[in-house]
């Protein structure tokens, strides 16, 4: 008998992952707090969803809708979709976890770029899988790259449009360029949370390659525009037999009634949508001007934040003014996973907090 004393391994991969961090939101006692690090909705949720999560309140013994009919009906209404084509998670990390798993096994690969979503490394591990990891051009997704990296291993390409944190996104015309290069047996993911605030002619969310491909899904969020992030709502659009495959690793309860019922009313409620535009396009310039009056970098932005680039004199890096900067109130995300050092990531948020930084800011560089 072996008495060597045994424990539970994990499987190859996991041990390597840096846990994920979460923007931090906590400051010193009796500050008022303006949480800027997560890039959340200042305008808070469409009052359609707070009456619609309301009523659920007297159906709490019940079990959810294992498919999220209403909510996958209300998003197909919405954007002239079939319903068959969706999916519904608990928030699209919740639907990236799905992909990785079902696709990617001990010897595959994931491709991704630098300054990425963490979340496709650690997902890519915990399938057991190789990240790969594609240099940016100017804080660009970049096409060629991405193809010159592929090889016969190559799964699955993620690709976030726009990306976050540096704001920037791919043309449709690249996006389509780089999806006719990619094998037929590679996935690519268009990771789209923040799509409804791109106002820009030449992008697309990838709601038409899908339709016209078998190998191209879509996710998507309530968390960002439709100031859901408490209940962890995604969803993804893609080809009906890769959606079989992840309905069939899928909880049967993965969305909860809450979700389903708030979802379903915010997606509806288009002026609440275009009320958030409008103040996130005001402020994105407003901010940048500020910024940049300031002496400071910041990376054009089509999202809801900012990256903010200090200049690397001492007393006056981003770590510092982050220090500065939550001692006050406002609570900033620092990057340097993301492989920016010496920026901060800012949400944008109401008028008061945008303005609270600006003035803060000058103080310090002052």
């Not at 190859?12 to 923007?23: F, K, Q, R, S, T």
């Not at 009456?51 to 197909?76: F, H, K, M, S, V």
């Not at 079989?244 to 949508?273: C, E, K, T, W, Y």
Request: charged share 20%; hydrophobic share 40%.
């Amino acid at each position: 008998m072996n008495n060597q004393v045994q424990e539970p391994q994990p499987k190859p991969g996991i041990l390597e992952i840096d846990m994920y961090v979460p923007g931090k939101s906590k400051v010193p006692a009796g500050v008022t707090p303006h949480k800027l690090s997560s890039n959340e909705s200042p305008l808070g949720p469409s009052p359609s969803a707070l009456e619609a999560l309301a009523g659920i309140g007297n159906r709490l013994q019940d079990y959810p809708d294992g498919q999220a009919t209403a909510l996958r009906e209300a998003i197909a209404a919405r954007h002239g979709l079939n319903p068959e084509n969706i999916i519904c998670g608990n928030g699209s990390d919740e639907i990236l976890s799905m992909l990785a798993n079902a696709f990617l096994a001990p010897g595959d690969e994931a491709i991704f770029t630098e300054h990425g979503f963490l979340l496709y490394r650690i997902l890519t591990l915990g399938a057991g899988a190789k990240p790969v990891v594609v240099r940016e051009t100017d804080c660009r997704t970049d096409v060629d790259r991405i193809l010159e990296a592929v090889t016969d291993r190559t799964r699955i390409v993620f690709i976030a449009n726009p990306n976050n944190p540096t704001g920037t996104y791919l043309p449709a015309n690249e996006v389509k360029r780089l999806h006719a290069n990619l094998p037929g047996n590679v996935i690519l993911v268009l990771d789209a949370a923040y799509a409804e605030y791109v106002r820009r002619n030449d992008y697309e969310s990838g709601l038409e390659l899908v339709s016209e491909s078998s190998n191209v899904v879509m996710t998507r969020t309530f968390s960002k525009i439709h100031g859901l992030a408490a209940l962890r709502i995604g969803w993804a659009y893609g080809p009906r037999k890769l959606l079989d495959i992840l309905n069939r690793i899928r909880g049967p309860f993965n969305m909860n009634s809450a979700a389903i019922a708030a979802g379903a009313a915010a997606i509806q409620d288009r002026g609440h949508v275009e009320r958030s535009v409008l103040h996130n396009e005001e402020w994105q310039t407003r901010l940048t001007e500020g910024f940049e009056e300031l002496g400071l970098k910041v990376t054009p932005s089509v999202g809801n934040f900012l990256l903010v680039h200090f200049p690397k004199t001492a007393g006056k890096t981003a770590a510092e003014a982050d220090t500065y900067l939550t001692e006050r109130g406002f609570v900033l995300r620092a990057v340097g996973g993301y492989g920016f050092p010496n920026a901060l990531r800012m949400s944008i948020g109401s008028a008061e907090a945008n303005l609270g930084v600006l003035k803060h800011l000058k103080e310090f560089l002052d």
